[in-house]
């Protein structure tokens, strides 16, 4: 059974995420406190992480980026502000989604089974021995290891970022709509959270372009969306 650690300051939205996810069939642990949550995120093994921004004692920025400092699991950032620059910030940390408060439990469900199911499938060794990876002008992509080099040094990359990349580099020169993108990356309509994909996408330029500014790999298509160039 999948174990996921909710760090939830409000009783009431804890329990209603617990009783939802239970039901689906998910074990679910749950902190109320910014620093007893981190304590056992990090001790403690768990396949998805769902963390409230405001906490008392350490909040959930600190504690995503602990995380995923150590781990590549799919977390789950919920927040009841509004304001992009939390999202920004929150994907830019290395979470894999952010919902804004309120939201239906049944979305959240929805979004977990859809994170853990693209976590399982790039991580799933089993590949009938298929070689997958992709070696593009410099840059090589195993999804077996889940590794990037780009001119034979290793990027860092988290789970959603080498999905991100992984999907273009798979699909060249095919421009994808920012909607597009969430739908076949996420696995789920975009709801609006159009900045997730700005996001990632930024992240991944970051870490394997050498001039952001005319980038060799991932290309802007003003007005349309990103291609990856052959």
Known sequence: MSRILVIEDEQAIADLERDYL???GFDV???HDGKAGMKKALSRHYDM???DVMLPGIDGFEICSKIRNLRDTPIIMVSARKEDIDKIRGLGLGADDYMTKPFSP???VARVKAHMARYRRLTNSDDNGTDRSITI???RMDPESHRVWVNGEEKSLTTKEFEVLFFLAEHPNHVFTKEELFRRV???DSYGDIATVTV???KVRDKIEKDKNNPEYIETIWGVGYRFKR
Do not use: A
């Open 22 to 24: 239970e039901l689906s």
């Open 29 to 31: 642990d749950i902190e």
């Open 49 to 51: 992480y769902i963390l």
């Open 106 to 108: 049944s979305e959240l």
């Open 137 to 139: 002008r410099g840059l």
């Open 186 to 188: 996420w696995n789920m």
């Open 200 to 202: 990632h996408v930024k």
